[in-house]
T-cell receptor, first 113, second 116 residues
Framework: QKEVEQNSGPLSVPEGAIASLNCTYS??????FFWYRQYSGKSPELIMF????GDKEDGRFTAQLNKASQYVSLLIRDSQPSDSATYLC?????????????FGGGTRLMVKP | DAGVIQSPRHEVTEMGQEVTLRCKPI?????LFWYRQTMMRGLELLIY????????DSGMPEDRFSAKMPNASFSTLKIQPSEPRDSAVYFC??????????????FGPGTRLTVL
């Protein structure tokens, strides 16, 4: 059973702070990793993906991947109240039949003004 | 691009009735996914198709659920008969398809189903 684990939160940070969201996964064959943001009552929307060890930056967002530790994280710099949402980690265990994503339960982030 | 289109956006029905959810994937995408989301169980993959062929339906909860993809631009998820425990938000997502390790899924707006 492939598992993706996230702390459900809520994670509360003050406006302007760095929010750190963490995710662990069980399948060592996993190849790519996705972060989605989901506002209440809305559908998940892609923030970014990462597939190489290390850091990947996109604006205020940085994804970090450590395959040896089976750990992926998302850092949000200068957090804004508009960042308040649930963040879903998803792991792709690519195979020839297709690309399935296994989602974690999500971490609810609250950014307080 | 219009994105993934789902209909209806909201559905309220009575137990025992048949429910049909519809999805139009992004043009040019070869993979289509049906998910169900509840507070208790989170986001669960029900079934996915590659090139209109069902690849994995192990997430379909029971025989009351069925899904079809008659062509590249249309898919349905049917529940017959519906039960109150089927109440959830059902998402459809599409992606370019196998062969791309960073294949990204794009989600539709979802259908909120309430079974009374």
């Amino acid at each position: 059973q492939k598992e993706v684990e996230q702390n459900s939160g809520p994670l509360s940070v003050p406006e302007g702070a760095i929010a750190s969201l963490n995710c662990t996964y069980s399948d060592r064959g996993s190849q790519s990793f996705f972060w989605y943001r989901q506002y209440s009552g809305k559908s998940p929307e892609l923030i970014m993906f990462i597939y190489s060890n290390g850091d990947k930056e996109d604006g205020r967002f940085t994804a970090q991947l450590n395959k040896a530790s089976q750990y992926v994280s998302l850092l949000i710099r200068d957090s804004q109240p508009s960042d308040s949402a649930t963040y879903l980690c998803a792991v792709n265990s690519y195979n020839n039949a297709g690309n399935m994503l296994t989602f974690g339960g999500g971490t609810r982030l609250m950014v307080k003004p | 691009d219009a994105g993934v289109i789902q209909s209806p956006r909201h559905e309220v029905t009575e137990m025992g009735q048949e429910v049909t959810l519809r999805c139009k994937p992004i043009s040019g995408h070869n993979s289509l996914f049906w998910y169900r989301q509840t507070m208790m169980r989170g986001l669960e993959l029900l079934i996915y198709f590659n090139n209109n062929v069902p690849i994995d339906d192990s997430g379909m909860p029971e025989d009351r659920f069925s899904a079809k993809m008659p062509n590249a631009s249309f898919s349905t998820l049917k529940i017959q008969p519906s039960e109150p425990r089927d109440s959830a938000v059902y998402f459809c997502a599409s992606s370019l398809g196998p062969g791309v390790s960073t294949d990204t899924q794009y989600f539709g707006p979802g259908t909120r189903l309430t079974v009374l």
